[in-house]
T-cell receptor, first 113, second 116 residues
Framework: EAQVTQNPRYLITVTGKKLTVTCSQNMNHEYMSWYRQDPGLGLRQIYYSMNVEVTDKGDVPEGYKVSRKEKRNFPLILESPSPNQTSLYFC????????????FGEGSRLTVL | AQKVTQAQTEISVVEKEDVTLDCVYETRDTTYYLFWYKQPPSGELVFLIRRNSFDEQNEISGRYSWNFQKSTSSFNFTITASQVVDSAVYFCALSEVRSNDYKLSFGAGTTVTVRA
């Protein structure tokens, strides 16, 4: 089954404790991206990747890191999480770029205390 | 400035009523793409439609229809004869060309509640 898989789905952590949210897709998609969803703000892009070893900042990259060492994986790293990073995070992929349909993961709800 | 404006935060209707969700976008590009995504209460995001800027034909898919008007920069979405399963948050999105990619901007979403 074609899918984008994120883990963990739910996480409660404390300020400053590094965490990684994994994202994996099995559709051989070139493009992957991370979004955060906050009430009243819709989805805002954090980082995106056009291909392996190619990543770029989205609209709200501060406090986040990403890597794209393999085509299928695009982890989101919070080196020192803060309460303002409490949010619902979505990973998405598309065949080639953001002009095409995005396939989303199920979302990861992160709470930073 | 907001690239995509969904002025309706929440809409509540009774089953079988029609509901129209407004989407107004802003861009200087001549080539761009518009999308609608649905987020049901279970939380996942589901693609509904993609439209390029050169195709102003309206589209109908079952009970869903979309009206694209470049003259008013709008891409409105209508659910005909709504059902409880249509209850969801609906997002409109705009994809514009940037240097090496397309930039995708989402609206804030419209929450639709369909009451039985």
């Amino acid at each position: 089954e074609a899918q984008v898989t994120q883990n963990p789905r739910y996480l409660i952590t404390v300020t400053g404790k590094k965490l990684t949210v994994t994202c994996s897709q099995n559709m051989n998609h070139e493009y992957m991206s991370w979004y955060r969803q906050d009430p009243g703000l819709g989805l805002r892009q954090i980082y995106y990747s056009m291909n392996v070893e190619v990543t770029d900042k989205g609209d709200v990259p501060e406090g986040y890191k990403v890597s794209r060492k393999e085509k299928r994986n695009f982890p989101l790293i919070l080196e020192s999480p803060s309460p303002n990073q409490t949010s619902l995070y979505f990973c998405a992929s598309s065949l080639s770029d953001a002009a095409l349909e995005l396939f989303f993961g199920e979302g990861s709800r992160l709470t930073v205390l | 400035a907001q690239k995509v404006t969904q002025a309706q935060t929440e809409i509540s209707v009774v089953e079988k009523e029609d509901v129209t969700l407004d989407c107004v976008y802003e861009t200087r590009d001549t080539t761009y793409y518009l999308f609608w995504y649905k987020q049901p209460p279970s939380g996942e995001l589901v693609f509904l439609i993609r439209r390029n800027s050169f195709d102003e034909q309206n589209e109908i898919s079952g009970r869903y229809s979309w009206n694209f008007q470049k003259s008013t920069s709008s891409f409105n979405f209508t659910i005909t004869a709504s059902q409880v399963v249509d209850s969801a948050v609906y997002f409109c999105a705009l994809s514009e060309v940037r240097s090496n990619d397309y930039k995708l901007s989402f609206g804030a979403g419209t929450t639709v509640t369909v009451r039985a």
